[in-house]
């Protein structure tokens, strides 16, 4: 098996980290509703009574988006074996800034999450810049 890149690494990161962030809400939905109507067909609309878990569901919606963003450009990154210092670094600190905004959104802090946010914008960047051959 090939060593993974901090490329992928990254991708594999952010999309688990996507990946578990519906087990607090589900959790939620259980004590809120009552195992029967939280597992039956599922009620999008509505709106969780905890403030928290209604953040968090913002922050996995947020968190698809910004993974479809990110996931290509990774992979064009390594595919490309464009990968240098600059975007593994750029990569690890997505990993981060996502990871922080959804802790940040589910606790309601309104400027770290837009910070955190901004980073992880600013890494996407970093790897179309790479991709479009800027930097």
């Not at 939280?38 to 928290?52: F, G, I, M, T, Y």
Request: glycine letters at 6%; charged letters at 10%; a neutral charge.
């Amino acid at each position: 098996m090939l060593p993974l890149s901090t490329e992928l690494l990254a991708t594999a990161l952010v999309a688990g980290l996507t990946g578990i962030i519906w087990i607090p809400l589900i959790l939620n939905r259980l004590v809120e509703m009552g195992p029967w109507t939280a597992l039956k067909n599922p009620q999008p609309d509505v709106r969780p009574e905890a403030d928290w878990a209604y953040r968090l569901a913002s922050a996995h919606r947020n968190a698809l988006e910004n993974l479809a963003v990110f996931a290509p450009l990774a992979i064009i990154v390594h595919l490309a074996q464009m990968g240098d210092a600059l975007t593994a670094s750029a990569s690890l600190v997505f990993v981060a800034s996502r990871t922080a905004h959804v802790v940040i959104y589910a606790f309601g802090i309104p400027l770290l999450r837009t910070i955190a946010f901004f980073a992880g914008f600013l890494c996407q960047a970093v790897l179309l810049l790479k991709v479009l051959g800027v930097v």
